[in-house]
């Protein structure tokens, strides 16, 4: 557990205490930012339950040199790329005159009181176009499970009325493209409906081809490829289920890790959107959502492809997959009315939830005809 959850605990202090060095110069005062930065932290992980899950069912498919590029150059990109460029990409795009990072940077520092637009009000006018998005990208991932043939059904009924639905062709681009049309002429307002379809056809087009580079150099494993000598992400024996996914390296790798971070990203929208509710300060989000967030998920990630969870707890992927799609049917819905963000964080868990208990009582009924089986 140390190994696992060590780092993360250490950067979280570091974090805490730059928050602490931070707010000794700022407006914010050291107290209120330290409070800031743990609050923020507790939010990114209530929303990144599903997100944990589904790297975990990605990640395990790599192999250890992939796995530690995942850890290391992935939490930059989580870090600095979503948490901190991101918002100030949002504020060069949407400004007119186009502001750069330095001047977004010192505009939400120095929030300007003549009434002219603040960095606050930049990025929530900007939020159809990134709800839309992030919203299709993950309605695109929850389909094309949701319509495919699984292993284990969950929710058995609505399931398997879903795989069925799945033998039309196409039949997730179909469906979400329903939901985008009727989510600009119902939801969005007069003037943003372009901007929504736009945004979120770009979200379905970066899902389509992401996900089918991946595809598309996907290496199927022989038959006989060993299942219980991987290894870890320090080159140790892995201590994983026992159908632990042969692993793939190469161009297949490459493009399962550039799928992971799209995916990891689009995760992200929720949690950078939901922040500026709390603050609009670009540093203490990305200590807050970016280090002690980021990296408790990633450790949750670890600990989930070491000990095998998703193997041992079947129902948790097809969780993970239903709070995806609350996930993005929140996001649409947020187009034209307010959802707050407990509510999104709270969604999730419960859904996660739901499913891993389930997945214990599964254990419970399987374990008389497994124990007489081994007679």
């Known amino acids: 557990m140390f190994r696992i959850f060590g780092l993360s605990v250490f950067v979280s202090i570091a974090a805490v205490v730059a928050a602490y060095l931070y707010g000794l110069t700022s407006p914010l005062g050291a107290a209120q930012a330290v409070a800031l930065v743990l609050i923020l932290g507790i939010l990114e992980i209530s929303l990144s339950f599903d997100n944990a899950v589904i790297n975990a069912s990605i990640l395990r498919q790599m192999s250890p040199f ?62 159809p176009q990134i709800a839309a998005f992030g919203g299709m990208f993950l309605l695109m991932l929850f389909l094309d499970f949701m319509l495919g043939q699984k292993d284990r059904r969950w929710m058995r009924r609505i399931e398997g009325l879903l795989e069925r639905m799945g033998r039309v062709a196409q039949a997730s681009v179909i469906l979400a493209l329903v939901a985008l049309v009727g989510t600009a002429q119902f939801l969005a307002d007069d003037g943003q409906r372009h901007v929504v379809l736009v945004a979120g056809i770009l979200g379905l087009l970066t899902y389509l081809l992401v996900n089918g580079l991946s595809n598309y150099f996907h290496i199927e494993p022989p038959e006989e ?6 290894l870890d992400f320090e080159g140790s024996p892995a201590r994983t289920g026992p159908s632990q996914a042969a692993v793939v390296t190469g161009k297949a790798a490459f493009m399962l890790f550039l799928y992971l971070e799209v995916l990891d990203a689009s995760f992200s929208f929720d949690g950078v959107i939901g922040a500026f509710a709390i603050t609009a300060d670009p540093i203490i989000i990305a200590l807050g959502l970016g280090l002690i967030g ?69 254990r419970k009924q399987e374990a008389p005809a497994a124990a007489a089986a081994d007679r």
């Open 66 to 127: 992939w796995q530690r590029m995942f850890l290391t150059v992935g939490i930059l990109i989580a870090v600095f790329g979503m948490r901190l460029v991101f918002p100030l990409l949002i504020v060069w795009a949407t400004t007119n005159p186009r502001l750069g990072p330095v001047e977004a940077i010192r505009l939400a520092l120095n929030p300007p009181t003549d009434g002219s637009p603040t960095y606050e009000s930049i990025i929530t006018a900007a939020h």
């Open 294 to 362: 980021a990296m408790f998920v990633r450790s949750l990630t670890v600990f989930m492809v070491r000990r095998g969870t998703l193997d041992e707890y079947v129902y948790l992927e097809n969780g993970a997959h239903w709070a995806i799609g609350a996930l993005a049917v929140m996001l649409l819905v947020s187009i034209g009315h307010h959802i707050p963000e407990v509510v999104t964080g709270l969604t999730g868990v419960f859904i996660i939830a739901a499913s891993f208990l389930s997945s214990i009582y599964l």
């Open 225 to 230: 490829a060993p299942m219980a000598d991987a």
